[in-house]
């Protein structure tokens, strides 16, 4: 980390508390249930209860983790709407590597003014003040 960065100021919200359950059918992914809780940790009702799939993808790179929340009124709900979810989440973050790899492939590099003497004419090519042009 570089000295002159700031630290991130590290807090939690009282008021923005949810209890994390972990449901899982072992093998296709797993449901988060977050229910909001009030600071005491007693259930909020005025706040949603929320559902989030997990799952990954085995690629040549290694393991990519996916995260997309379900919209869903019950867990029932949330794991039937899993696999329709899990599929656009997939193909949004693919279209999102393949976005990345055009980006990085046109991607253009500018020598500094200079640079590309010392690689074509040797030292002496290098020491020819700019703009002028030597025909052998």
Known sequence: MA???EVADLRMDPGALYREEVFSDRGGGTLLRLTPVDK???ADAKRKVLY???AQLLTPAGTL???FEIDADSLEQAAQRFGEIARR???ETMDKLRELRREAGSSILIPEAGAAAGLTGGAHAAMMPPGKIKLP
């Open 3 to 5: 000295g002159n960065e």
């Open 40 to 42: 005491n940790g007693a």
């Open 52 to 54: 989030v799939g997990q």
């Open 65 to 67: 983790p996916l995260s």
């Open 89 to 91: 989440a997939l193909q």
